[in-house]
């Protein structure tokens, strides 16, 4: 009998569904959940070394957030303002392109009434700074409404042990 690599419990896969839950990211998963629907932070930081599962984190974060809040995902990021603002407008299917930054809170404003807009970053050790100085503005001029949880790399050399 052949087996495909989603039989693997161990293989690596970004699929919710693939989840298997452990005590350790259990935790990680209640408290940024606990975070970005209460709204307490607007900028949440998941950091790890590569093969740590921080993609499938951010996509079960957005499963068990989907009644909560309206989430888009950002795999690879662009570098600046602009495009990343470009990218989440995109992903949403909003046509409307011109002033991207400006739309994108208005956006996640709009979304207010139904929890907020919820920004999953993967691959964020990408973002320039001013990126991530937009993001923060961007949270700023939101209200509230807009949240993020941005995924970094964290090389072996940097972990403390």
Not at 18 to 41: H, I, M, N, W
Not at 61 to 82: F, H, I, K, M, Y
Not at 94 to 115: I, N, T, Y
Not at 118 to 129: F, G, I, K, S, T
Request: proline letters at 7%.
């Amino acid at each position: 009998m052949a087996h495909g690599l989603d039989a693997n419990p161990f293989s690596r896969t970004t699929r919710p569904t693939a989840y298997v839950p452990r005590p350790e990211s259990e935790e990680v998963l209640e408290g940024l959940q606990a975070r970005v629907v209460a709204g307490d932070a607007a900028l949440s930081r998941l950091a790890g070394p590569a093969g740590m599962g921080k993609s499938l984190l951010l996509r079960v974060l957005a499963d068990r957030t989907a009644e909560q809040l309206s989430s888009v995902l950002v795999p690879n990021p662009c570098a600046g303002p602009e495009d990343l603002a470009r990218q989440v407008l995109e992903a949403m299917d909003d046509p409307r392109q011109s002033a991207p930054q400006l739309r994108l809170v208005e956006v996640a404003k709009q979304l207010s009434d139904s929890g907020g807009l919820l920004l999953l970053v993967d691959n964020a050790e990408r973002l320039a700074p001013e990126a991530i100085a937009a993001l923060e503005d961007w949270h700023r001029r939101s209200d509230g409404s807009l949240r993020s949880v941005c995924a970094a790399l964290v090389p072996i050399a940097e972990r403390s042990t």
